[in-house]
């Protein structure tokens, strides 16, 4: 705005504008007022728009006034922008073209002080207002600009140091790759179960085929979760019926439940011989003790031959060849145990496939592919814990108990935040042999609060 000394302005602006059009329209329809009393009242009427029409201008003043003053502000706001964006990387010509409009504007705004105390009137508040607005989006698209260019350069930063990392894995994988076959080339380096013999096994075979079958039981979770979306499941309902009242800190860490309910169906009666009461090897009565221990190493022995044996073959082809095995009875029982009728009739529409299950013959389908997997490889893993000396033992931690990093791990890093983090319920059990213990996985929740 620019600054000017006051000065009287003559009366004029819409309302006088409109004042005079009545005035001239009385006249020329011959109504115009002839008496004194009826020129007073028009004076009187006259004065009142004078009023109200300098009332207006002092409010059109004012609102120019505050435009101009915002649109300076937005100015400042751009030239400080433009003095950061300047100072990295280093630009000197940009600084200073910047702090000479920050200079200027702060001059602006005390010009606009200094008028608002003096009571200076702008002539054309009209054309200060639009001026002020266009300033001011100026200003906006320059503030915008700046900070687009100043994405683009940390973009490009970005993409930079993602090149260097990229390349730094690639050079890495290749010298992986290559003392990996070096490594193989000198017999150093080969997967624990391969070429086991029983007499060399431990805990560490045990831990990486666990591992495995953790792996299967999660895909089949996946699997089943997917069948009950689209079959329009209520997920949240379906694993509150399996742990009630468990508060998850994620939606996705809902399959936990899933997973808590199929685990405990898979390793039920882990710790019995085949999964039953019924032993192959009966003990006599009044065994010494070279016969027990005979006994014991033939019954370790043809559990390590049944894990060599199924390990080296598909689930479905090993099912074909041994219908009547116990690895067959075990897959059918898990399977009808998992898959209730309710559930396999709100999945499927109908019980076609518990009854061929039943029948012993397991349909080409992912369900029954991803079951297969998941149930070979916990047979395979009882299989080995029966290979120890000292058998493998389940374990399970009950609601409510302390998270102890001695026995346990949380599949939720959220958990361990809380204050007394304690065991909603456990996911994957852990094992003992002999001295050595396997941590199990569990999900806590807030000991503070509610159970569970």
Same mark, same amino acid.
């Given at each position: 705005?620019?600054?000017?000394?006051?000065?009287?302005?003559?009366?004029?602006?819409?309302?006088?504008?409109?004042?005079?059009?009545?005035?001239?329209?009385?006249?020329?329809?011959?109504?115009?007022?002839?008496?004194?009393?009826?020129?007073?009242?028009?004076?009187?009427?006259?004065?009142?728009?004078?009023?109200?029409?300098?009332?207006?201008?002092?409010?059109?003043?004012?609102?120019?006034?505050?435009?101009?003053?915002?649109?300076?502000?937005?100015?400042?706001?751009?030239?400080?922008?433009?003095?950061?964006?300047?100072?990295?990387?280093?630009?000197?010509?940009?600084?200073?073209?910047?702090?000479?409009?920050?200079?200027?504007?702060?001059?602006?705004?005390?010009?606009?002080?200094?008028?608002?105390?003096?009571?200076?009137?702008?002539?054309?508040?009209?054309?200060?207002?639009?001026?002020?607005?266009?300033?001011?989006?100026?200003?906006?698209? #320059?503030?915008? @600009?700046?900070?687009? /260019?100043?994405? =683009?350069? !940390?973009? *490009?930063?970005? &993409?930079? %140091?993602?090149? +260097?990392?990229?390349?730094?894995?690639?050079?890495?994988?290749?010298?992986?790759?290559?003392?990996?076959?070096?490594?193989?080339?000198?017999?150093?380096?080969?997967?624990?179960?391969?070429?086991?013999?029983?007499?060399?096994?431990?805990?560490?075979?045990?831990?990486?085929?666990?591992?495995?079958?953790?792996?299967?039981?999660?895909?089949?979770?996946?699997?089943?979760?997917?069948?009950?979306?689209?079959?329009?499941?209520?997920?949240?309902?379906?694993?509150?019926?399996?742990?009630?009242?468990?508060?998850?800190?994620?939606?996705?860490?809902?399959?936990?439940?899933?997973?808590?309910?199929?685990?405990?169906?898979?390793?039920?009666?882990?710790?019995?011989?085949?999964?039953?009461?019924?032993?192959?090897? #009966?003990?006599? @009565?009044?065994?010494? /003790?070279?016969? =027990?221990? !005979?006994? *014991?190493?033939? &019954?370790? %022995?043809?559990? +390590?031959?049944?894990?060599?044996?199924?390990?080296?073959?598909?689930?479905?082809?090993?099912?074909?060849?041994?219908?009547?095995?116990?690895?067959?009875?075990?897959?059918?029982?898990?399977?009808?145990?998992?898959?209730?009728?309710?559930?396999?009739?709100?999945?499927?529409?109908?019980?076609?496939?518990?009854?061929?299950?039943?029948?012993?013959?397991?349909?080409?389908?992912?369900?029954?592919?991803?079951?297969?997997?998941?149930?070979?490889?916990?047979?395979?893993?009882?299989?080995?814990?029966?290979?120890?000396?000292?058998?493998?033992?389940?374990?399970?931690?009950?609601?409510?108990?302390?998270?102890?990093?001695?026995?346990?791990?949380?599949?939720?890093?959220?958990?361990?935040?809380?204050?007394?983090?304690?065991?909603?319920?456990?996911?994957?059990?852990?094992?003992?042999?002999?001295?050595?213990?396997?941590?199990? %996985?569990?999900?806590?929740?807030?000991?503070?609060?509610?159970?569970?």
């Amino acid at each position: 705005m620019e600054t000017v000394r006051p000065v009287i302005v003559a009366p004029k602006g819409k309302f006088r504008r409109t004042f005079a059009k009545v005035l001239n329209i009385h006249k020329l329809t011959g109504v115009a007022p002839e008496d004194e009393m009826k020129k007073t009242n028009n004076v009187k009427l006259s004065e009142s728009f004078y009023k109200l029409e300098e009332e207006y201008e002092r409010t059109l003043t004012l609102e120019a006034l505050l435009a101009k003053l915002f649109a300076t502000v937005s100015s400042i706001k751009a030239g400080y922008a433009q003095l950061q964006h300047s100072q990295s990387p280093y630009d000197a010509i940009g600084i200073q073209k910047a702090d000479n409009l920050v200079v200027s504007e702060l001059k602006t705004l005390s010009e606009l002080k200094q008028c608002f105390l003096k009571k200076q009137i702008d002539p054309n508040p009209e054309r200060t207002l639009v001026l002020a607005e266009i300033q001011e989006l100026r200003s906006l698209l #320059k503030t915008y @600009e700046i900070m687009g /260019k100043k994405l =683009e350069s !940390q973009y *490009k930063l970005k &993409e930079s %140091e993602t090149l +260097f990392l990229r390349e730094k894995l690639e050079d890495l994988t290749k010298q992986n790759k290559l003392t990996e076959k070096r490594l193989n080339q000198s017999g150093q380096l080969c997967n624990p179960l391969e070429n086991l013999h029983l007499s060399a096994l431990n805990p560490t075979h045990f831990v990486a085929y666990l591992q495995h079958t953790v792996k299967s039981t999660r895909g089949f979770v996946r699997l089943m979760i997917e069948q009950m979306k689209l079959a329009k499941w209520d997920i949240s309902m379906a694993v509150n019926s399996i742990q009630p009242g468990v508060f998850y800190y994620k939606q996705d860490h809902k399959c936990f439940a899933f997973e808590h309910f199929v685990s405990n169906v898979m390793f039920e009666a882990f710790h019995l011989p085949y999964f039953s009461t019924a032993r192959s090897f #009966k003990k006599k @009565e009044k065994q010494s /003790k070279a016969e =027990e221990k !005979q006994s *014991k190493t033939e &019954e370790r %022995e043809v559990f +390590f031959e049944r894990f060599t044996e199924l390990r080296s073959m598909k689930a479905k082809d090993y099912l074909k060849a041994r219908p009547k095995s116990r690895f067959a009875r075990f897959c059918r029982i898990k399977f009808l145990q998992l898959i209730h009728p309710k559930m396999e009739e709100a999945l499927f529409g109908h019980l076609h496939l518990r009854n061929q299950v039943s029948a012993g013959e397991f349909p080409e389908t992912s369900l029954c592919s991803g079951f297969l997997e998941m149930a070979k490889r916990v047979w395979l893993l009882h299989c080995l814990a029966f290979s120890f000396e000292r058998e493998a033992e389940i374990f399970r931690v009950p609601k409510g108990c302390r998270f102890s990093e001695v026995y346990m791990r949380s599949v939720a890093e959220e958990g361990l935040e809380e204050a007394e983090p304690r065991v909603a319920f456990t996911v994957v059990p852990g094992f003992k042999i002999g001295k050595t213990s396997i941590q199990c %996985e569990v999900y806590l929740s807030d000991g503070g609060g509610p159970q569970g």
